[in-house]
């Protein structure tokens, strides 16, 4: 399968752990974006790569989140001392950045996560 | 805040019939792109529309964008059970081109068998 995978696909945990998501995006692709989605809501940027430097990061991530992408490969998200609002779907996506390209973003699985 | 908007936020038809999604967005944009999501799973490009276009066609689906009015609709002819899904728009703002997409907040089309 050479499409975008995360992992896990859910997880549980109570209140106060820590979390941490790995996302593998398209081989070739430079750019890998980390959203979140709330029941019926749609997707919401949290932050993005190019290569291993991350160039933006939305107010919505806390201080309690980071991301990294090491070599410019797959990326970790991780959230410290999980809060019950932290409960959602992340979603992973990579495109490939090209000059005059399109931005297609191409969407992992997502990894649901719940805190109890 | 969610920029884009989606018109009707869910919409019931029968196989065999055509189901219209409305969008409409607030910045000037590069491109924007349809995605499909089943319930609990990832998205699926459906299809992009450049700022610079006014319709395009791929397959049972028809999108038009018209930027004078910052709004986009998406057209799935023929429906099928397996429409059954909820589909965002998503914006390439021209300001922040290249990075974030920034989605509506869905329509959820359900088609009867």
């Known amino acids: 399968d050479t499409g975008v995978s995360q992992d896990p696909r859910h997880k549980i945990t109570k209140r106060g752990q820590n979390v941490t998501f790995r996302c593998d995006p398209i081989?070739?692709?430079?750019?890998l974006y980390w959203y979140r989605q709330t029941l019926g809501q749609g997707p919401e940027f949290l932050t993005y790569?190019?290569?291993?430097?991350?160039?933006?990061k939305s107010r919505l991530l806390s201080d309690r989140f980071s991301a990294e992408r090491p070599k410019g490969s797959f990326s970790t998200l991780e959230i410290q001392r999980t809060e019950q609002g932290d409960s959602a779907m992340y979603l992973c996506?990579?495109?490939?950045?090209?000059?005059?390209?399109?931005?297609?973003?191409?969407f992992g699985p997502g990894t649901r996560l719940t805190v109890l | 805040s969610q920029q884009g908007e989606e018109d009707p936020q869910a919409l019931s038809i029968q196989e065999g019939e055509n189901a219209t999604m409305n969008c409409s967005y607030k910045?000037?944009?590069?491109?924007l792109q349809w995605y499909r999501q089943n319930s609990g799973r990832g998205l699926v490009h459906l299809i992009l529309?450049?700022?610079?276009?006014r319709e395009k066609h791929s397959g049972r689906l028809r999108v038009t964008l018209d930027t004078s009015k910052k709004s986009s609709s998406l057209l799935i002819t023929a429906s099928r059970a397996a429409d059954t899904a909820s589909y965002f728009c998503?914006?390439?703002?021209?300001?922040?081109?290249?990075?974030?997409?920034?989605f509506g907040e869905g329509t959820q089309l359900t088609v009867n068998p």
């Open positions: 996506a990579s495109s490939l950045s090209i000059a005059g390209g399109n931005n297609e973003q191409f």
């Open positions: 081989s070739e692709h430079n750019r």
């Open positions: 790569f190019q290569n291993e430097a991350q160039l933006e």
């Open positions: 910045t000037s944009i590069n491109n």
């Open positions: 529309i450049r700022s610079n276009e």
């Open positions: 998503a914006t390439d703002a021209r300001e922040t081109s290249g990075s974030r997409l920034t």
